[in-house]
Nanobody, 120 residues
């Protein structure tokens, strides 16, 4: 089981980016999926998360600017980032807190990071 993230890049302040993450590997179900970010010299922080039932939560700093969605059938989660600010610059990581596959459980699965750089 692995997560593959894509969609990072360089964007000007005020612009938009969309990050996508797909989980692969004979997956039966995934509980919550989310996005975290880590800026240089800072701790990793939650950006947004969504449960399989569609419940969402967001960091206060991104509320009203970012949206999160997922496709349970395709095991994907997408983060739409609008009105980007320089302080959004970070490496973004997708995460699945619990994956069930072939009757097994895998917890706290991380994708590789994708860099988002917002120029002011």
């Amino acid at each position: 089981v692995q997560l593959q993230a894509s969609g990072g890049g360089l964007v000007q302040a005020g612009g938009s980016l969309r990050l996508s993450c797909v989980a692969s590997g004979n997956i039966d179900s995934i509980n919550a999926m989310g996005w975290y970010r880590q800026a240089p010299g800072s701790q990793r922080e939650l950006v947004a998360a969504i449960t399989s039932g569609g419940n969402k939560k967001f960091a206060d700093s991104v509320k009203g600017r970012f949206t999160i969605s997922r496709d349970n059938a395709q095991n994907t989660v997408t983060l739409q980032m609008n009105s980007l600010k320089s302080e959004d610059t970070a490496t973004y990581y997708c995460n699945a807190d619990e994956i069930i596959y072939r009757g097994h459980f895998q917890y706290d699965v991380w994708g590789q990071g994708t860099l988002v750089t917002v120029s002011s």
